[in-house]
């Protein structure tokens, strides 16, 4: 289906060329310089121009993806992300993201796993691990998944060391009922539901004064 060329956008890395019909097709440094003759104003067969293009994101994206769980463990949806918002076709994405996963490169039970344990030992709750994890693109049951396997003895531990870190915080506060709200509203902060962050209060006032 052939389409107007609306508006071409270059910068250092490439060109971004954009269809009348809403379309718009990146173009790494290299795919322009083999197509630059394209101009605003031509008629292109946008899916011959997808058919062509694919072969020629693909290993570049593929190597950006793997810089990137390079520097960090990331997310399927993570990835997809950013593959997405540097101008890559679906096509070339998917591609991308089968690759990396049928080598093990992404696994998002695992990195959940990883997520939510490192998250709970800095005293980060259940709830908030779970927001974090689908705000990065993981499934609600894999997310959830991963928030139920953390040890529960260790939740409890990090709950409270921050409440004793809070009471510790808030003991000059004149008001005794405006200090348990504002260390109560800190711990929901945190992702802590109102029982976790009832018992850790308690518990670390009944320590406080035993001392």
């Given at each position: 289906?052939?389409d107007t060329v609306r508006e071409i956008t270059e910068d250092r890395r490439g060109a971004?060329?954009?269809?009348?019909?809403?379309?718009?097709?990146?173009?790494?440094?290299?795919?322009?310089?083999?197509?630059?003759?394209?101009?605003?104003?031509?008629?292109?067969?946008?899916?011959?121009?997808?058919?062509?293009?694919?072969?020629?994101?693909?290993?570049?994206?593929?190597?950006?993806?793997?810089?990137?769980?390079?520097?960090?463990?990331?997310?399927?949806?993570?990835?997809?992300?950013?593959?997405?918002?540097?101008?890559?076709?679906?096509?070339?994405?998917?591609?991308?993201?089968?690759?990396?996963?049928?080598?093990?490169?992404?696994?998002?039970?695992?990195?959940?796993?990883?997520?939510?344990?490192?998250?709970?030992?800095?005293?980060?709750?259940?709830?908030?691990?779970?927001?974090?994890?689908?705000?990065?693109?993981?499934?609600?049951?894999?997310?959830?998944?991963?928030?139920?396997?953390?040890?529960?003895?260790?939740?409890?531990?990090?709950?409270?060391?921050?409440?004793?870190k809070l009471l510790h915080r808030y003991a000059g506060e004149p008001d005794a009922k405006?200090?348990?709200?504002?260390?109560?509203?800190?711990?929901?902060?945190?992702?802590?539901?109102?029982?976790?962050?009832?018992?850790?209060?308690?518990?670390?006032?009944?320590?406080?004064?035993?001392?």
């Amino acid at each position: 289906m052939k389409d107007t060329v609306r508006e071409i956008t270059e910068d250092r890395r490439g060109a971004l060329v954009t269809f009348e019909g809403g379309e718009a097709l990146w173009f790494g440094r290299a795919a322009w310089r083999e197509h630059a003759s394209i101009a605003v104003g031509d008629e292109e067969d946008v899916e011959a121009l997808k058919a062509w293009l694919l072969p020629r994101q693909y290993p570049e994206a593929l190597n950006y993806a793997v810089s990137l769980l390079a520097a960090r463990a990331r997310s399927t949806g993570e990835i997809r992300q950013k593959l997405e918002a540097y101008g890559y076709m679906d096509d070339t994405v998917d591609m991308v993201l089968y690759k990396l996963e049928k080598e093990g490169l992404l696994d998002d039970a695992a990195f959940a796993c990883e997520w939510a344990a490192a998250r709970a030992r800095h005293q980060i709750g259940r709830g908030r691990i779970l927001r974090e994890l689908v705000h990065k693109g993981v499934s609600r049951d894999v997310a959830e998944r991963a928030v139920d396997a953390l040890d529960r003895e260790e939740g409890d531990a990090a709950a409270l060391a921050l409440a004793q870190k809070l009471l510790h915080r808030y003991a000059g506060e004149p008001d005794a009922k405006k200090a348990m709200a504002k260390l109560m509203a800190a711990m929901a902060r945190r992702g802590y539901d109102f029982e976790s962050a009832r018992r850790a209060v308690e518990q670390a006032l009944e320590e406080a004064q035993g001392e």
